[in-house]
């Protein structure tokens, strides 16, 4: 089991040094990986997100996880090494749009590490059963769908 984590901002940055201090360590980097994965994503989606949005999150959640994991495995211990970074952590993302659309309260955090000349995502999580999941990155203004909203009109010369 994952370690327990308040759902405050001292235990982001707790959840966030452990990640970091695992895979400066090399040890049990597995098991922590696979706890930032949400735990039955489809009914956590649909839950939160009701049954129209829900499951297109859960789907784009699912299809993003094996570039953002690939990610987190090349920068993390990177990261992880050069203890001249300074972790940065908020709640307050610009992600407003996606917790519009939620049906139920919902804070997203989001971590970076800095060097004070360049900044690194690391990523967004939520907060589910008593620790903090990747959230991913949902992109509410996407090319994809500014061509959906054109695609029923009629041409216009």
Avoid: C
Wanted: glycine letters at 6%; proline letters at 6%.
């Amino acid at each position: 089991l994952p370690m327990a984590y308040p759902d405050t901002d001292a235990g982001f940055s707790a959840f966030i040094n452990e990640l970091l201090d695992t895979h400066a360590r090399s040890s049990d980097v597995q098991r922590l990986m696979r706890s930032l994965v949400i735990p039955n994503s489809s009914a956590w989606f649909i839950e939160t997100f009701g049954p129209t949005v829900g499951p297109v999150f859960d789907f784009r959640y699912r299809h993003q996880l094996g570039w953002e994991f690939g990610r987190l495995y090349t920068i993390l211990p990177i990261i992880a090494r050069d203890r001249n970074l300074q972790v940065l952590w908020d709640h307050s993302v610009p992600e407003s749009r996606v917790i519009s659309l939620a049906n139920r309260p919902l804070k997203i955090y989001f971590a970076s590490v800095s060097n004070g000349n360049l900044a690194m995502k690391i990523g967004y999580f939520v907060y589910i059963d008593g620790t903090f999941r990747l959230f991913g990155y949902f992109d509410i203004e996407s090319k994809t769908e500014q061509l959906h909203s054109e695609y029923d009109k009629p041409f216009e010369d």
